[in-house]
């Protein structure tokens, strides 16, 4: 069951699917929440895994803090959780801004990482096609977000600016520190995704161990556009993480086995 628990020092809604196998933390969107996906990927993983997710700063049930919003941020809570809660090295699954943050996470802590599906993940923000422009709040997202929320309502406004001004420069990770995650990723994206076509394959290329899935007809909203597809992807993956050895290796040709 979901709860709040201390993490340093701040409450966060910690969510834990009990079970005996290796241990896949969750990773939601940016002004996103964990309730918003859960329900899609936890039931095809609970059977083999031991599944953890939390709402971060700034997000969901969790309350706010001074530059929560940024990614280094919420790398370092990121960070906190494995080693505080989950107390094991884990498979991270993120959507959107919780994908950057699993790849910083690896880049950080390869030792917490054992592998990562990186779905809509821009490692840069230019990778991003489209704009943000005057935020809108519509009733139904300021009625839930003052039913679940510990911040006060007019925040919900203000959190999406900061956001969005974060957008338009962060992350800021090179194909260079890319190159440096050493466990396997799968990049996983929609064929209409609002990340750029050549930015996911300069992602895909640059990973030492890297799968690359397009997903037909979806957009950033994969997950929830085909999502039995995107689960059949992802558990193939987690259950067979060996480096592809294929019949006709052109990119993977310094990397397939002797």
Same mark, same amino acid.
């Given at each position: 069951?979901?709860?709040?628990?201390?993490?340093?020092?701040?409450? +966060?809604?910690?969510?834990?699917?009990?079970?005996?196998?290796?241990?896949?933390?969750?990773?939601?969107?940016?002004? #996103?929440?964990?309730?918003?996906?859960?329900? +899609?990927?936890?039931?095809?993983?609970?059977?083999?895994?031991?599944?953890?997710?939390?709402?971060?700063?700034?997000?969901?049930?969790?309350?706010?803090?001074?530059?929560?919003? *940024?990614?280094?941020?919420?790398?370092?809570?990121?960070?906190?959780?494995?080693?505080?809660?989950?107390?094991?090295?884990?498979?991270?699954?993120?959507?959107?801004?919780?994908?950057?943050?699993?790849?910083?996470?690896?880049?950080?802590?390869?030792?917490?990482?054992? #592998?990562?599906?990186?779905?809509?993940?821009?490692?840069?923000?230019?990778?991003?096609?489209?704009?943000?422009?005057?935020?809108? +709040?519509?009733?139904?997202?300021?009625?839930?977000?003052?039913?679940?929320?510990?911040?006060?309502?007019?925040?919900?406004?203000?959190?999406?600016?900061?956001?969005?001004?974060?957008?338009?420069?962060?992350?800021?990770?090179?194909?260079?520190?890319?190159?440096?995650?050493?466990?396997?990723?799968?990049?996983?994206?929609?064929?209409?995704?609002?990340?750029?076509?050549? *930015?996911?394959?300069?992602?895909?290329?640059?990973?030492?161990?890297?799968?690359?899935?397009?997903?037909?007809?979806? #957009?950033?909203?994969?997950?929830?556009?085909?999502?039995?597809?995107?689960?059949?992807?992802?558990?193939?993956?987690?259950?067979?993480?060996?480096?592809?050895?294929?019949?006709?290796?052109?990119?993977?040709?310094?990397?397939? #086995?002797?």
């Amino acid at each position: 069951m979901p709860d709040y628990v201390s993490l340093r020092g701040h409450q +966060i809604y910690s969510y834990e699917w009990e079970n005996d196998g290796e241990a896949v933390v969750l990773l939601h969107g940016g002004l #996103s929440k964990t309730s918003s996906w859960d329900y +899609i990927l936890v039931p095809p993983l609970e059977d083999e895994f031991h599944i953890f997710a939390y709402d971060r700063t700034a997000h969901g049930f969790t309350g706010d803090q001074d530059d929560s919003l *940024h990614f280094d941020f919420q790398t370092r809570e990121a960070i906190a959780f494995l080693e505080d809660i989950v107390k094991e090295p884990a498979h991270l699954i993120g959507w959107s801004d919780g994908a950057n943050i699993a790849l910083m996470a690896a880049i950080a802590r390869p030792d917490l990482v054992k #592998s990562i599906v990186a779905i809509g993940a821009n490692f840069h923000h230019s990778g991003v096609m489209q704009t943000f422009d005057n935020p809108e +709040i519509s009733e139904e997202d300021q009625a839930e977000y003052n039913l679940i929320s510990p911040d006060a309502p007019h925040t919900l406004l203000e959190k999406t600016i900061r956001m969005q001004e974060i957008w338009e420069s962060e992350p800021t990770l090179t194909l260079e520190e890319i190159a440096t995650i050493q466990c396997p990723v799968l990049v996983l994206v929609g064929d209409d995704d609002i990340i750029s076509h050549s *930015h996911t394959v300069a992602l895909f290329e640059a990973l030492p161990l890297g799968q690359l899935a397009v997903i037909p007809g979806t #957009s950033h909203a994969v997950v929830k556009e085909k999502p039995d597809l995107m689960n059949a992807v992802i558990v193939q993956f987690l259950e067979d993480l060996n480096y592809p050895a294929t019949r006709m290796p052109i990119r993977r040709t310094n990397n397939q #086995s002797e």
